[in-house]
């Protein structure tokens, strides 16, 4: 069975009469897909018909940036419009461990329900170590009305996964593979459960292409030419999350939501691994890094967008564009206010997904702090120039991401006044971040172990 495709036409018939009801929102998130890892950002080989087709339909970033390098905190920049170490998130979340999304920050889905959306989350969620434990906040404590999820990945594989929870129920052993199980649930939702006179948020945060991989035999069978297994695998597992993506499309077709539904795909960081022999074989589209890794190949990644009748067809943005920003610009397309109580490092980016700026406006420079052993560094991009420092803010690296995108040629001693100033700002923007996020990265393992020091943070909090 080949993947479900997406008829361009058809869209073009489902949208020709757009309702004027509040609009109803998805963000689709993949695991450790790579820049490069689609056909239409330029794979050769992988099959991704649903996602392709998708980006004839709206917008297709060139710029668009996880909130970090690996995947909890780009989940909570996502959720919060703020940047991981300002809301606590500084690292990924090991099953069991004190760091979680707090309840003092301001969620997306909260704020939506507060205006009257019905909400929903259905796949991975590592938000929290106490994983449907009252002892810490579970999904609906930030906002879901109905949420199906695992701590981190699918077990023990993505194949007949056991550990998935439905509001606060183990499910047991389901039948079928990761992401169209995930989207399954998320059609069910759509279908029968939510309030269908309320407009809708749903998160659908896939497992696939995150290690360990399993992929169902019929995308295995898309890829005969590959005489590697495990890039047969890998391959067929973004076509299994392609095809899942498709078929929430086609629900949003048949249930004639698309034409009032904003829709936004990104990934959460990088590919894993080396891409050549390691586990992990997708694609940075040829920058430099991976997951892990605050150069562009562990931090740039896909990013689509649809809004019929406000962003146009099969078109391309080139501004930049962080995972914080999804917070503020799908409040702003609600018609939500966005908090004014505290930072947010995310701007509402619609005027760029809908071609009207060419620049956007902000107010915090984009950033990046990695807190994971070994690859622990801080960047800043302002403007086309990136700045990279160790964790000591020690050592620093300049490029021009305009003329140098794979970050070959270091300028901090031929643009000096540039870094100086620069370099200055970072220290000045890390230091403010620091002095408002708990202090769980000064006293717990870079690795979101058990903690080095007494159990106290900056920020007073019950359930946080």
Not at 162 to 186: D, I, K, T, W
Request: proline share 7%; aromatic share 8%.
């Amino acid at each position: 069975m080949r993947p479900l495709p997406l008829a361009f036409s058809s869209f073009l018939i489902l949208v020709s009469s757009l309702p004027a009801a509040q609009p109803n929102l998805v963000l689709f998130l993949a695991d450790d897909l790579g820049y490069g890892d689609l056909g239409c950002f330029g794979h050769p080989i992988i099959k991704s018909p649903n996602l392709d087709a998708f980006a004839k339909q709206g917008v297709r970033l060139t710029q668009c940036y996880s909130g970090s390098a690996v995947c909890s905190p780009s989940r909570s920049a996502l959720l919060t419009g703020r940047t991981p170490h300002r809301n606590g998130v500084y690292t990924w979340i090991a099953e069991g461990a004190e760091v979680h999304l707090r309840t003092s920050e301001n969620t997306l889905p909260e704020l939506l329900k507060g205006a009257g959306y019905t909400t929903c989350h259905s796949g991975k969620w590592h938000l929290n170590g106490l994983f449907n434990n009252p002892a810490q906040p579970q999904p609906n404590d930030h906002g879901y009305d109905w949420w199906m999820a695992t701590q981190n990945n699918a077990g023990p594989s993505h194949e007949n996964p056991n550990n998935f929870v439905r509001n606060g129920q183990p499910v047991g052993q389901m039948q079928g593979y990761s992401a169209p199980l995930v989207v399954g649930e998320a059609i069910t939702w759509l279908r029968e459960k939510r309030d269908a006179s309320k407009p809708f948020f749903l998160a659908v945060w896939t497992h696939e292409p995150h290690y360990p991989i399993k992929s169902d035999p019929k995308f295995k069978a898309l890829y005969p030419d590959l005489t590697d297994d495990v890039q047969r695998e890998h391959h067929a597992n973004v076509t299994q999350m392609d095809h899942a993506f498709g078929m929430l499309m086609k629900s949003l077709d048949e249930q004639k939501l698309t034409g009032n539904t904003f829709v936004f795909f990104t990934s959460d960081n990088g590919p894993e691994g080396d891409g050549i022999k390691s586990p992990g074989r997708g694609s940075s589209g040829g920058l430099r890094g991976r997951k892990r890794d605050v150069h562009e190949g562990g931090i740039r990644v896909p990013g689509l967008a649809r809004w019929p009748g406000n962003i146009k067809l099969a078109t391309t943005c080139d501004v930049p564009i962080i995972g914080s920003d999804i917070f503020p610009t799908m409040l702003g397309i609600a018609g939500v206010k966005a908090p004014a109580d505290r930072a947010l490092d995310g701007v509402n980016a619609l005027a760029a997904l809908n071609g009207s700026a060419t620049k956007l406006e902000r107010p915090q420079p984009l950033f990046w702090r990695l807190h994971m052993a070994p690859n622990m560094k801080i960047a800043m991009r302002v403007d086309d120039w990136k700045i990279l420092a160790n964790a000591e803010l020690t050592e620093f690296e300049l490029y021009n991401l305009k003329d140098d995108v794979k970050e070959t040629t270091d300028l901090k001693d031929k643009e000096t006044e540039r870094f100086a100033t620069l370099k200055a700002q970072l220290i000045k923007h890390n230091a403010a971040i620091d002095a408002e996020g708990p202090d769980w990265w000064q006293r717990l393992s870079p690795n979101g172990g058990s903690a080095k020091g007494p159990k106290k943070d900056k920020k007073k909090s019950a359930k946080d």
